[in-house]
């Protein structure tokens, strides 16, 4: 009982501290603008160079060309980001997000404030703090298990939720919390919370719960039960032996009468 009430408080004042005035942590910025798209709700696009917007901006600030507009984030349905090769890299929205409220059951619904989706699939992840930029981290490599370097937005300040939504759900749920900073007694949440909404992957539940995946790994989960299952390899048919026709002349059996038309 003292468990679940540590979990409700906790996650409750996690997604409200954007609401006040707290210190906020900044552990280098990156980058925090790159080209984008910005698709209005009423169908308007516009292209430019978008301000990576903070968790709970009123407003997103765009350099079209060398013109600054800046839009009402009610205004707009979504901001696509792009690398420098003009590939879609994270998308932000816009949105409501729900954390748990008792027993995976029941929710309670926050406000709207700008999330980043940064996989995309049959279950997509969000990213939420209160300041956001793209930074050069290390990650492992599963092929090869070393440390490699790559560029991935990450949450700037100090505390770091992660979100998660299915396409049949209505908004992203909270199901992981952490920090840049003291992240000690952050996996009791994603624990508790990842297990009871992965509850459909028993297996995926077990490691969670026996702690062989924990909040840092919330990426390597998505992508496990986003993954398709193999296909079962079916027999192969064993090749039909060729048999070749061929013609043989019949012969008269031993003891048969033959017989021959008279001209």
Not at 106 to 125: D, N, Y
Not at 159 to 165: A, E, G, I, Q, S
Not at 194 to 223: R, T, W
Not at 244 to 255: E, I, L, N, V
Request: a positive charge; charged letters at 35%; hydrophobic letters at 35%.
């Amino acid at each position: 009982m003292k468990l679940n009430i540590f979990l409700v408080m906790s996650a409750l004042f996690i997604a409200s501290t954007a609401n006040s005035q707290i210190t906020i942590y900044r552990f280098g910025l990156g980058q925090q603008k790159a080209d984008a798209i910005i698709f209005k709700k009423d169908k308007q696009q516009i292209n430019g160079v978008v301000h990576f917007p903070d968790f709970e901006d009123k407003k997103v600030k765009i350099k079209v060309g060398e013109k600054n507009e800046k839009y009402a984030a009610s205004e707009i349905d979504s901001i696509q980001i792009f690398d420098a090769e003009k590939k879609l890299s994270y998308t932000f929205l816009w949105t409501k997000s729900k954390v748990y409220k008792k027993k995976g059951t029941e929710f309670k619904v926050i406000k709207e404030k700008w999330l980043c989706k940064t996989i995309i699939g049959k279950v997509s992840l969000y990213l939420g703090g209160l300041e956001y930029g793209i930074k050069e981290v290390k990650v492992k490599n599963e092929e090869t298990n070393e440390k490699i370097k790559e560029s991935k937005m990450e949450v700037v300040t100090k505390d770091v939720n992660h979100y998660l939504k299915r396409s049949n759900e209505d908004y992203p749920i909270l199901v992981s919390v952490s920090s840049n900073g003291f992240s000690a007694g952050f996996n009791v949440f994603f624990k508790e919370y990842g297990a009871y909404y992965f509850s459909d992957k028993p297996e995926i539940v077990k490691k969670i719960q026996d702690k062989e995946y924990k909040y840092e790994d919330i990426e390597k989960v998505v992508n496990l039960y986003n993954m398709k299952p193999a296909k079962k390899a079916e027999p192969k048919a064993e090749p039909k032996s060729e048999v070749k026709a061929t013609k043989t002349k019949s012969t008269p059996k031993a003891g048969s009468k033959t017989t021959t038309k008279k001209k």
